[in-house]
Nanobody
Framework: AQLVESGGGLVQVGGSLRLSCAAS????????IGWVRQAPGKEREGILC????????YYTDSVKGRFTISKDDAKNTVYLQMNNVKPEDAGVYYC??????????????????WGQGTQVTVSS
């Protein structure tokens, strides 16, 4: 099983960016997939998770109304749409899989398979 993120880069404050997480070696419809980020000098922070069982779970209030998660089963890919980006959104973004019968984790960082991360830089 493998997850590969892409789509990171430079985005202006107030702009939008869409990250992709391509899964291989397994099909998405059996798992919950989440996004986690790590800002420079800070610990990893769980953002949100998507599962067929319970929809979208947000772990961070600061992204509600701005970030959405979706997936394309045909492409076996999960997306993170980032709108109205703020300086504090900068960091490395990881997608991750939770092996818990399709449920998102109750603990925001409790994932079992991780991607390598993609960098998001925010300019003012």
């Amino acid at each position: 099983a493998q997850l590969v993120e892409s789509g990171g880069g430079l985005v202006q404050v107030g702009g939008s960016l869409r990250l992709s997480c391509a899964a291989s070696g397994f099909t998405l419809d059996n798992y919950a997939i989440g996004w986690v980020r790590q800002a420079p000098g800070k610990e990893r922070e769980g953002i949100l998770c998507l599962s067929d069982r319970d929809g979208t779970t947000y772990y961070t209030d600061s992204v509600k109304g701005r970030f959405t998660i979706s997936k394309d089963d045909a492409k076996n890919t999960v997306y993170l749409q980032m709108n109205n980006v703020k300086p504090e959104d900068a960091g490395v973004y990881y997608c991750a899989r939770r092996d818990n019968w399709g449920w998102c984790p109750q603990t925001p960082l409790r994932y079992d398979v991780w991607g390598q991360g993609t960098q998001v830089t925010v300019s003012s």
